[in-house]
Each structure stands twice: as structure tokens, then as C-alpha cells.
């Protein structure tokens, strides 16, 4: 038996959603992203910006495997997903942005995914 998703009443919770429209999932969307795209380098991150006309911020995300095993990789992604559900009324309005995960962000706790993603907000 299918399991139901959870629902929240209507406004409560919203403003930490993930929903599925303010993500990349399109192989076009990420290489659009990187082709034309703004690049921020950080110690354990890639962050690439772009415009787009849908007036919300999208968010994908990447993590190969440089960064280590499928425990590490996905630890990664989770600690940026979590740091856009958090931060996402701090991030600019119209973008989209892709985040790349560089060898040891894996080892990261979020505290220290936090300060170092910071750097995409200003």
C-alpha cells in the first residue's frame, strides 16, 4: 500500500518546503546552468548561478564520486538540500542555482555547510 505524503494545513510549514518546482531535475536545466552561469568557488563547494525568468529561485544539486562513496555523496547533497530549505527567503528571487559537492564535503557537519554556503546569499 502506497504511503500518503505528509500534508500540512494550508500556510503552515510552507516557507520550509523543498516542493518539486524549485528544484533542477532536467539534464538541459544543470547544463544551461553551467554554460552560462555565474561560478563561486568555495573550499568544499561549486556554486553556479543563473537567471531565469520564472521569478523563483530553483535549486540542483551535484555530488560525484571525487567526493567519496554513495554514503558520503549523498550525506553531501542532503546538507545542501537542507541548507536551501532553511535559507531559501535569504536567496536571491529568479535564479537558478547549482551546487556542486568537491571532494570532503561528505565529512561536513551542517553548522560548517552553512558558513561556507553563506557566501552564495551575499
Known amino acids: 500500500m502506497p504511503r500518503k505524503p505528509?500534508?500540512?494545513?494550508?500556510g503552515v510549514g510552507e516557507e520550509f518546503s523543498f516542493?518539486?518546482?524549485?528544484?533542477?531535475l532536467r539534464r538541459?536545466?544543470?547544463?544551461?546552468?553551467?554554460?552560462s552561469g555565474k561560478?563561486?568557488?568555495m573550499?568544499?563547494?561549486i556554486a553556479i548561478?543563473?537567471?531565469n525568468t520564472l521569478g523563483i529561485t530553483r535549486i540542483g544539486v551535484t555530488a560525484s564520486k571525487?567526493?567519496?562513496?554513495?554514503?558520503?555523496?549523498?550525506?553531501?547533497?542532503?546538507?545542501?538540500?537542507?541548507?536551501?530549505r532553511l535559507n531559501k527567503a535569504c536567496l536571491p528571487k529568479g535564479y537558478d542555482i547549482v551546487i556542486i559537492a568537491?571532494?570532503?564535503?561528505?565529512?561536513?557537519?551542517?553548522?560548517?555547510?552553512?558558513k561556507e554556503l553563506e557566501e552564495i546569499v551575499t
Open 6 to 10: 505528509k500534508q500540512f494545513p494550508p
Open 19 to 24: 516542493p518539486k518546482d524549485a528544484r533542477l
Open 28 to 35: 538541459a536545466e544543470f547544463v544551461n546552468a553551467n554554460r
Open 39 to 41: 561560478r563561486r568557488h
Open 43 to 45: 573550499r568544499h563547494f
Open 49 to 51: 548561478s543563473r537567471e
Open 66 to 84: 571525487k567526493v567519496g562513496n554513495a554514503v558520503r555523496r549523498n550525506r553531501a547533497k542532503r546538507l545542501i538540500r537542507e541548507f536551501y
Open 102 to 114: 568537491k571532494k570532503g564535503a561528505g565529512y561536513l557537519n551542517l553548522r560548517k555547510a552553512e
